[in-house]
């Protein structure tokens, strides 16, 4: 058996051409292109990568963005005091500030200086806080673990009734993808560093999504066969025959893995578009919004 690979540069293609629709169609009504500002604090290489992808989709889909780069020794009070401006300011519809920030910052102090109807990463404690609720909705959600329930659901996994298995517990993915995954009435264990005999818990997923950070963790043999697998992680692994020196694998085994599974997604070009696809997504509703 040899998996469907999921063509996550595709489907977040999708997702981009029909943002790129919307905005033009709220632009034609004659209100302002929606905004994102990105915060950037010191010069991790990663981080500035990210933000240069961001700004640059943003500009293909007809949306502005704001860049914002300030000195790793930017005070607590001088971060917070930028969003604020950003909260007041009309052309800005969504608020992005780049984790991690440089040690000794309050992380989540800025995520909740951010007006919730600007967080379009889903991270304020407002927005996890209606996602783990029934009967409540976020007016944003997390990107990554969004996408990966679109990758799923483009992909045939019927999430109804399943049994999910989310390696990895962070604020971030791990924790959102579980609760997307009880909003889409499957029957969800989460596990982590001192879960007993994750092999076997691996093996009873219909679904498994592996956001654990840990390069190839996840065997080919601790998968259900036919299962449905998302891997988040994006993690380099020094290979002297590759010009960079190095190789981005998952944290899933692939090459097992895909021998088993019914559908996985790859690393890289799997999960990581779709972030991205996300962000623009909830920017422009975030715009639709203001003049809903």
């Not at 009734?161 to 009880?182: D, F, K, T």
């Not at 654990?212 to 020094?238: C, F, L, T």
Request: proline content about 7%; some cysteine.
């Amino acid at each position: 058996m040899t998996a469907m690979v999921i063509d996550g540069k595709a489907i977040a293609a999708e997702l981009r051409k029909e943002v790129a629709k919307g905005v033009e169609q709220l632009v034609a009504t004659g209100t302002i292109p929606p905004g994102l500002a990105t915060v950037l604090v010191g010069v991790n290489p990663a981080s500035q990568t990210y933000v240069r992808m961001k700004r640059k989709a943003c500009a293909e889909v007809g949306i502005e963005s704001f860049g914002y780069e300030l000195p790793v020794d930017t005070s607590q009070e001088d971060i917070e005091k930028v969003v604020k401006e950003l909260n007041a300011d009309p052309k800005v519809h969504g608020i992005l500030v780049q984790l991690p920030l440089p040690a000794g910052l309050d992380e989540e102090a800025v995520l909740k200086a951010i007006s919730i109807e600007k967080d379009v990463d889903g991270f304020h404690p407002l927005n996890i806080g209606r996602l783990a609720q029934k009967g409540r909705e976020p007016l944003f959600v997390p990107c990554t673990p969004a996408g990966c329930i679109v990758l799923l659901k483009k992909a045939g996994a019927q999430l109804e009734g399943a049994r999910a298995v989310v390696v990895g517990r962070s604020n971030i993915v791990g924790m959102p993808a579980a609760l997307l995954l009880v909003k889409e009435n499957a029957t969800v264990t989460i596990c982590h560093s001192r879960t007993r005999d994750l092999p076997s818990v691996c093996r009873e997923a219909d679904v498994l999504i592996a956001a654990i950070g840990r390069p190839e963790m996840i065997r080919g043999d601790w998968i259900k066969p036919g299962a449905y697998v998302i891997d988040v992680g994006v993690n380099r692994v020094d290979d002297p025959s590759r010009k960079r020196g190095y190789r981005l694998v998952g944290d899933v085994a692939f090459e097992e893995a895909v021998e088993v599974a019914g559908a996985i997604t790859p690393v890289p070009g799997g999960v990581g578009p779709m972030t991205i696809a996300g962000l623009l997504r909830n920017t422009l509703h975030s715009a639709q919004r203001t003049v809903a």
